[in-house]
């Protein structure tokens, strides 16, 4: 299985959309609907599950975004948190985030601490989407996502990571404190270097690797 590392698979995604003419929203919606199909997998119908998805203000949180839009166009309860203040997204993510408000679906912000108590109060999910960091993070969590990740994993439901699990950094495989500890990681193009060294294997869990659309001399 071939693997590649954070910056490799950013200069993959740029080639595509740069020298192949392909969309980044297009990317980014196809991404969006190959998580959705394996969190829809996971639903128990008779249950009635309430997935929760927590985005942030990146192009992770945008295909966050893209899950929660398909995942209602398939009748399942969805409740969305969105980390800090709508007004900074950007191009793809902020295109997305529009659609959802305008098909009347609430989105939950978290900013602040009582944001966060409120979180806890009212938390309903059974299964929970992470898309929060993408590959490009390095570093420390931010103290308040750290409190709200440490609670997700505290809460033993099963978490779903878009392209890295949060915290995870996707080419050393070293773990933030508050890494969101996924069964299931859904990433795209390749698996990255960090999923199978360093503290990477304890937090990936299952990974699935999707094509989003990458022209195959590319991977």
Known sequence: ??????PQMRQIDKIAIENYGIPSIVLMENAGRAVAGEVFKMCDDKKGDIVTIFCGKGN????GLVVARHLIMLGKKVVIWFLGDPK????????????????????????RPNDLKRLRKRFKGD????????TGFSGS???????????????????????VPSGLNATTGSAAPGT?????TVTFGLAKKGFYIDEGPRY??????????????LL
């Open 1 to 6: 299985m071939k693997v590649v590392s954070a």
């Open 60 to 63: 992770n949180g945008g295909d």
């Open 88 to 111: 900074n997204l950007k191009k793809d993510a902020a295109i997305n985030f529009k659609i959802l408000s305008k098909m009347g679906q609430k989105i939950n912000t978290l900013s």
């Open 127 to 134: 299964i929970i989407v992470d898309a929060i960091f993408g």
């Open 141 to 163: 969590l931010p103290p308040l996502v750290t409190a709200l990740t440490d609670f997700l994993n505290y809460k033993e439901k099963p978490i779903i990571s878009i392209d």
């Open 180 to 184: 969101i500890a996924a069964a299931k």
């Open 204 to 217: 990936v869990g299952e990974v699935v690797i999707y094509n989003i659309g990458f022209p195959e001399r």
